[in-house]
C-alpha cells in the first residue's frame, strides 16, 4: 500500500480483509484500513493535518476505479 505509506504524515496502517467496519459485516469484497498519524507536534504543516491527509488519500485513491473507497475520520463520542 505505498499509496498509504508515502503520504506525510501517516505513521503506520493495518488492514483487515474481509470487514466493512461501517457496518461491521463480513465480506469477502471489503476491507478496512486504519491509518496511525505522526505526532501532532510532528505534524505542523497544513498537509500534514487530518483534513490534509483525508484529501491526499482521496486524491490518491479516485484513481483506482475497480473499487469504491471511503475515507472518514473517526468520530469520538
Sequence with gaps: MDSIRTIPGVNHYAALGGLNVI???SKSNSGTIFCQLKPWSTRTSKEQQ???IIAEMQ???????EANILVIQQQYV
Design 23 to 25: 457496518t461491521f459485516a
Design 50 to 52: 487530518i483534513q490534509g
Design 59 to 65: 486524491k490518491r485513491f479516485a484513481s483506482i476505479k
